[in-house]
């Protein structure tokens, strides 16, 4: 997955301070494999990528984040946008009923959606009709009675016997047949072929054309991968549609099909199937679709929490008193408990992308140690903590003796903060934060 490909990008990036060029090249080349991976059509991969790149180099230097998790970050509201930027509820007739048209290959899905779709409607109070208009396979229209039945709702088919009858004559009378019987909106199930071709087109855009479609819905199994464009293309061109709906989501696709059928096409994804029963079926989620393209839950997880937690204003401060070399131990202290608040330590770590690997990163910060850093400093006085130099031999006998640890545990704290105070000034300086006075490099 992405996750462990990025194991990598993430740890040359720990400690950094911001986006390199050669950072967001790093990110981006993990993220296209992975957009690859779950099926994303090249071509759309390509323009995805440098619309990240563009992004990532303009992106301010996030203090809450690592750079590969701002790249990560940003990847993930791109998609988000990408996938939902249109979604929008069905087109409802002003004059019942509302028609709504099922297009796509064969074994896409449209049948069972029929039914989904029925039943979806009938619980928010419409009064659907399914019609039965592939009257290629002769199982079809019983495949749809079926169906029908299943959900409830009435079923509009030719009556048998009369040899292979004429769907767009079918689909006519459907409409009629709905108008007086009540039902607010008509449902039209139409043939599908195994692969694209031009009766196939013909056939669905005279149906479209005589019963005047509020809505086509173009169905795309989302296990087809790459083929999902071209398959995507020929529907657009051929018949034209309004709306998206993805099937079969319940299997292993990484969903790379809808990214590719939504920025291909324009039209938005309304619906997405994920499994054969009748209530397998939702409206389309793009935050979890986008998710599900990355293979990034947990790491996006952990992005937000690090968001959620950190406090602006308080880093902001901290970052100004850095530049001037003002730093103290209580802001010190600060830092390490809004680190504290998102969660014990050891969950952290363990979302991150190989987290195995970071046992020794591990041992180094675990909650005793930051409990005991945390004892130290509050058994400092305010003076000592604003001006850590006065911390002198006998005081730090008494702060060990007060907070229970061993001298040496001072000492080592107090070094470790004016290494600490040292370094974020040369890094203030170089990177430019407010009041380093340096120049963005
Ligand atoms: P159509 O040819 O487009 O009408 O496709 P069908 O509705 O007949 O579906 C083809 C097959 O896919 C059937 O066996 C369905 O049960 C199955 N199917 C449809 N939608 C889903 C789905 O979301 N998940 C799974 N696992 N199977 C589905
Ligand atoms: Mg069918």
């Known amino acids: 997955t992405l996750s462990d490909r990025l194991t990598s990008v993430l740890q040359n990036l720990r400690g950094k301070g911001r986006l390199t060029e050669a950072d967001i090249d ?60 249109e979604t929008r509820r069905l087109n409802l007739a002003k004059t019942a009923p509302t028609v709504i048209m099922l297009a796509g290959l064969q074994g896409a899905g449209k049948t069972t959606l029929a039914g989904k779709l029925a039943k979806w409607l009938k619980g928010q109070n419409h009064t659907p009709m399914l019609v039965a208009c592939d009257l290629q396979r002769p199982n079809a229209v019983t495949q749809l009675q079926v169906v029908g039945q299943r959900a409830e709702v009435d079923v509009f088919a030719p009556e048998p016997g009369n040899g292979v009858g004429d769907p767009v004559d079918v689909a006519r009378r459907s409409i009629e047949e709905a108008r007086r019987t009540q039902h607010d909106i008509v449902i039209v199930d139409t043939a599908g072929r195994l692969g694209v071709d031009e009766e196939l087109m013909r ?16 169905v795309v199994d989302a296990m087809i991968g790459q083929d999902a464009v071209s398959t995507a293309e020929a529907f657009r061109d051929g018949v034209g549609f309004t709306g998206v709906v993805l099937t079969k989501l319940d299997g292993d696709a990484r969903g790379g099909a809808a990214l590719s059928v939504r920025e291909v096409t324009g039209a938005p994804i309304m619906f997405a199937s994920n499994g054969e029963g009748l209530a397998d079926f939702d409206a389309f989620h793009p935050d979890r679709m986008a998710s599900r393209i990355l293979g990034m839950g947990d790491v996006l997880t952990l992005i937000e929490q690090a968001e959620q937690h950190f406090d602006q ?13 003002e730093l103290t131990l209580e802001d010190f202290l600060e830092q390490m408990l809004a680190v504290r608040k998102m969660g014990p330590i050891a969950n952290l ?91 963005r490099a």
């Open 26 to 85: 790093a990110t981006a080349r993990e993220i296209r494999i992975a957009l690859l991976e779950a099926d994303v059509a090249l071509s759309v991969v390509r323009t995805f990528i440098a619309k990240i790149k563009e992004r990532a180099k303009g992106a301010e230097v996030s203090a809450a984040l690592n750079p590969a998790q701002q790249v990560v970050k940003i990847v993930n509201e791109e998609l988000v946008g990408i996938l939902g930027g």
């Open 203 to 218: 056939q669905a855009a005279d149906i479209k054309a005589a019963i005047g479609a509020d809505e086509v819905l173009f």
């Open 313 to 325: 204003a308080q880093a902001e401060k901290a970052a100004a008193k850095i530049g001037t070399g």
């Open 349 to 439: 770590l363990g979302m991150l992308p190989g987290a195995g690997q970071m046992k020794d990163a591990l041992a180094q910060v675990d909650e005793k140690h930051i409990d005991r850093l945390q004892a130290i400093i509050r058994g400092m006085t305010p003076a000592e903590r604003q001006d850590p130099k006065m911390i002198n031999a006998s005081r730090r006998l008494r702060i060990a003796k007060g907070s229970g640890v061993e001298v040496r545990d001072v000492n080592d704290l107090v070094n470790r903060f004016f290494d600490a105070r040292k370094m974020m000034q040369q890094m203030a300086g170089r990177f430019g934060m407010p009041g380093g006075g340096g120049n």
